[in-house]
């Protein structure tokens, strides 16, 4: 399965400069420290395996997925976009994409990136984000960093039609500058106490480019699951990259994909 375009235009030419910003963190006083150690207890316990399986589970399923991809140009206007709507039937290697709706206008243009690019535009796989949300030591909760990041339960939501708890962090003016992460918003299913949704922005520079990115992910109980033991499958996904280069200008991506009509095949 080969993996969204730009996703793999990060991987492939950013040159991270890594995080360290060189500055001290100023004292955290204990009210502040008191609030991020009691956020961290909570991430601590929060399961993440609804997230790490969703797409796995998703092979299980027929499934019907709308997909729109657009490429804005550095004043922001749409110049090319593709929309599709795409029934996914069979399974293995007998694995099936139907596309029932198509649309497109103008032509997306990737100057240097075109060669990674191009082909993928209309990719009918569905990618999964969760490698570049979950990450094994992300740097907003490295020890080290812990002053560099604000730290706060921001209240509950509705994610589908169960209740979450949310969790922001922060990456502070000035002693957060360096880090690579701007910004995460965990969305924390309260029955369940299981990860459901995540928002993260980052900002990657490299020698010759900067790369502003946003991803998000909202899983969701697949429609057959039991009570007393659900299993999820992607609902949607959102993924957003701004690049600005010396030789080329800037320009934006943006693709947002959504998983419905779930049905275990044969059912």
């Excluded at 375009?5 to 991270?16: H, P, W």
């Excluded at 500055?23 to 609804?50: I, N």
């Amino acid at each position: 399965m080969r993996s969204f375009s730009i996703v793999g235009v990060m991987a492939v030419l950013l040159l991270s400069l890594g995080g360290c910003s060189g500055r001290s963190a100023d004292s955290v006083g204990p009210e502040e420290r008191a609030e991020r150690d009691s956020v961290l207890v909570f991430l601590d316990q929060v399961g993440r395996e609804a997230m790490r399986g969703a797409f796995g589970t998703l092979e299980s399923y027929t499934y019907r997925r709308y997909l729109r991809t657009e490429q804005y140009d550095s004043e922001d206007f749409l110049v090319a976009f593709t929309e599709h709507l795409i029934d996914v039937g069979g399974s293995g290697q007998n694995r099936t994409h139907r596309v029932t709706q198509a649309d497109s206008g103008g032509a997306f243009d990737f100057g240097l990136f075109n060669q990674f690019v191009s082909e993928n535009v209309d990719d009918p796989d569905p990618v999964d984000l969760t490698p570049y949300l979950i990450g094994d030591r992300p740097a907003h909760l490295n020890p080290r960093n812990l002053d560099k990041y604000a730290f706060r339960m921001a209240g509950d939501t509705l994610m589908w039609d169960r209740s979450a708890l949310i969790v922001d962090v922060r990456a502070k003016p000035d002693l957060g500058d360096g880090e690579n992460i701007r910004r995460v918003r965990y969305y924390v299913d309260a029955s369940s106490n299981q990860l459901v949704a995540m928002h993260l922005e980052r900002v990657d520079l490299g020698l010759l480019l900067r790369e502003e990115s946003t991803f998000y992910l909202h899983v969701r109980p697949a429609p057959d699951s039991a009570e007393d033991s659900v299993s999820y499958v992607p609902y949607n996904t959102r993924f957003q990259t701004l690049i600005k280069t010396p030789f080329i200008g800037s320009f934006r991506i943006r693709t947002v994909s959504t998983y419905t009509d779930h049905r275990r095949e044969g059912r």
